[in-house]
């Protein structure tokens, strides 16, 4: 069944032979009843004329649900195939009693941007749900489903109702979306309805994305613009959402669904989080619109000193109208009150999005022209979707020393130490600082860079750091003679959004003194006494040693090698053995359920309490649960099946006292009359504390006996 299914109105179902049973019972206690009140008559013949009709009805209805048994399949059903239907709005012109569909009549009428409820009823389908057809023309919502069934003598029938909401995006005639279902390998497809949408000047809605087409990382800005027309005469320079405040404690209803984190597109990113959003651009002084249906609870006082119960206040967005003047379709200028509601995101993913339309639903005053009196009238209105798409930063002049960067950056650079020795190694840091794509940068290539080639050797790979608003690489450096006396500025470009244009930020020249190192003789500098000394190598085994006391004695110690070889042999003994007592434990069934049983039997009364209050026919169960499978589970007995007299005999067995074996029967048998009804909450809560009380005593008697 659908889990999404509403409580479905099921009636009882009975076999033949208690149909049978019943019937008969029925229609002898009419008969009695019948001669009973007879009894008073004077005339004995007129009594049995009373007595007949009735007797021969009864009959006749005894042997009509007899022969329920003998009947067919469908005719238990009443011959009702399954079926299809469906229809808009709340009317419910499904099914008549026999199951036939009714057409619809005509279409419906609505304005562009209201909803209609649209019903798809599936009758003797079983747990299917049926298909929707996608349609650029509408908007389609889920809106739950239920399930009703009916059950006479003659006929059965299951009818499961599937409810969506369908929001027009065009005008005209336009065609529901049309539902279909599968059954046993046989499509059946609902009826076509048809719905006349119209368009009205009243209300309209733009939404605007600025810049139309971002580049990466770029702010971008989302705006519904909702235009609401001006009435005429006295009333032109009044804003409408005020008149509405005078009239009516109702607002009208705006569904922006990027104003929600989950409905924002993953290209983009919020600049503030939907929380602070909200703290700074609603009001629950309904004034404004009523947004996406967000609902403020509050506790409502109830006197002095008192919380009384939770009232609901609708939350409603702060926005400041202004008059402007659009033209129609004939060329003249109509005055609008236009109010905006925008959001700030980040462009942080290369690709197309799209915003979701924008909806209005809700009443606005409209001027009679004839009376010269305006009331409320209801429209509704829908903003389309809005496509864009995030660019990546542009080819035309982008520098070699770019590093992927798009956003705002601090860049900084700093050497340590800045004196060395030959042979030593200095550490370039780079911090790239700020907001922007701090994930994607690479570290920039300085290895060929002028005044570094042929001067510096430098490691790769660099070091590198991600931070919440930092990207720090880490080189290492090494100058490869004492003439080198300054490590030269690096040139690192990102793009700047903002500007739409990239930018160069060039480091610091660091000063730097390289000495010689008397300890170390560089490859082709001769020595004084024309031997061979320790040579500086950059690769080797003593690539990094610049002391000859560094590379010391290599020669190898035999009896720290014998003594580690005993070590690892006499480890490995212990693993073995320990892998031999755990496997052998964890493959015996027993002993794991021995283990496992006090702890189960805690859960189980954890969640006896938990629910007590509100199922306590679960809890029983729970509580028999755990003292019967901790009993079984130490055992080694199958739990299911152990009723309290079991248990008693088992514990006696086990030699455990008898208070224990009274005290575990005593409780057992409470559970079981709990399940008939024969418990309260209160019964249950004190019966739970009783179960934990025993808990420990029995788990002690039974772990004594089996050695546990």
């Not at 805690?602 to 003292?627: G, K, S």
């Amino acid at each position: 069944m659908d889990k999404n299914m509403g409580t479905k109105s099921k009636m009882p179902t009975r076999s033949d032979e208690g149909k049978r049973r019943i019937a008969s019972r029925l229609a002898i206690r009419m008969a009695s009843s019948l001669t009973k009140n007879s009894a008073g008559r004077a005339d004995r013949r007129s009594r049995s004329r009373t007595i007949v009709w009735p007797i021969l009805l009864m009959i006749a209805l005894l042997l009509g649900l007899c022969g329920v048994g003998t009947k067919t399949a469908d005719a238990q059903t009443g011959g009702v195939q399954p079926t299809i239907n469906a229809w808009l709005g709340k009317r419910q012109s499904g099914f008549g009693m026999m199951g036939e569909q009714s057409a619809q009549v005509a279409p419906e009428k609505m304005y562009l941007g209201l909803s209609i409820p649209y019903q798809v009823a599936l009758e003797n389908c079983g747990a299917v749900r049926p298909s929707i057809t996608v349609t650029d023309d509408f908007i389609v919502q889920e809106a739950g489903s239920h399930q009703s069934e009916i059950a006479t003598p003659t006929m059965h029938r299951i009818t499961n109702t599937f409810s969506y909401i369908l929001t027009p995006l065009k005008t005209g005639q336009l065609t529901a979306p049309i539902a279909t279902v599968e059954i046993d390998g046989k499509k059946l497809t609902g009826p076509e309805l048809k719905i006349d949408v119209m368009r009205q000047d009243r209300v309209d809605i733009q939404v605007s994305i600025t810049p139309a087409s971002p580049v990466l990382m770029q702010e971008v800005t989302a705006t519904a613009s909702i235009y609401i027309k001006a009435l005429t005469g006295p009333l032109a320079k009044q804003d409408p959402m005020r008149i509405i405040a005078q009239r009516t404690r109702s607002r009208p209803s705006v569904t922006i669904p990027w104003l929600d984190d989950e409905n924002v597109p993953s290209a983009l990113t919020p600049v503030l989080p939907a929380d602070e959003w909200r703290g700074k651009n609603i009001n629950l002084n309904r004034n404004g619109f009523h947004l996406n249906d967000w609902i403020y609870r509050r506790p409502m006082a109830s006197g002095i000193g008192m919380i009384g119960p939770m009232t609901s206040t609708p939350v409603c967005v702060n926005s400041t109208p202004q008059l402007v003047f659009r033209t129609d379709e004939d060329g003249v200028k109509v005055g609008y009150w236009r109010y905006d509601i925008s959001r700030r995101f980040i462009a942080k993913e290369l690709g197309d999005f799209e915003l979701p339309p924008v909806r209005f639903e809700g009443s606005i005053p409209t001027l009679n022209a004839v009376t010269g009196q305006f009331s409320l009238e209801k429209i509704g209105a829908v903003g389309l979707p809005v496509e864009s798409q995030v660019r990546d930063v542009p080819l035309a002049g982008r520098p070699d020393s770019y590093i992927d960067a798009a956003g705002q950056f601090q860049i900084a650079a700093r050497l340590s130490p800045k004196t060395l020795r030959l042979g030593e190694k200095a550490t370039l840091t780079l911090s790239i600082r700020g907001s922007g794509t701090l994930a994607q940068i690479r570290p920039p290539v300085i290895a060929n860079l002028p005044g570094i080639e042929g001067k510096f050797k430098v490691f790769d790979p660099p070091g590198d750091e991600l931070a919440d608003d930092a990207r720090i690489f880490s080189f290492d450096v090494k100058p490869l003679s004492t003439d080198v006396t300054e490590f030269p500025s690096i040139d690192v470009s990102y793009f700047d959004p903002l500007t739409d244009s990239y930018k160069t930020v060039q480091t610091p020249k660091f000063d730097i003194t390289v000495e010689e190192n008397d300890e170390v003789l560089v490859p082709g500098t001769p020595n004084g006494d024309g031997g061979g000394g320790l040579e500086l190598s950059d690769e080797g085994i003593f690539m990094e040693a610049v002391d000859a006391a560094d590379v010391g004695n290599h020669h190898p110690n035999a009896g720290r090698w014998l003594g580690a070889l005993g070590a690892l042999v006499f480890a490995y003994i212990l693993i073995v053995v320990g892998l031999l007592v755990v496997t052998r434990r964890s493959g015996n069934v027993a002993a794991r359920r021995r283990r496992g049983a006090s702890g189960q039997a805690r859960t189980r009364l954890v969640e006896a309490r938990r629910i007590a209050a509100n199922d306590p026919l679960a809890a029983a169960d729970n509580v028999r649960d755990a003292i019967v499978g901790l009993i079984g589970d130490t055992l080694n007995l199958p739990p299911d099946a152990m009723t309290p007299g079991d248990a008693h005999y088992r514990l006696k067995q086990c030699g455990a006292d008898q208070k224990t074996i009274d005290e575990t029967r005593r409780i057992l048998e409470a559970c079981d009359a709990a399940r008939y009804g024969a418990a309260d909450k209160i019964t249950i809560g004190s019966l739970v504390r009783d179960a934990e009380t025993l808990l420990v005593p029995l788990t002690k008697q039974l772990r004594g006996t089996n050695g546990g």
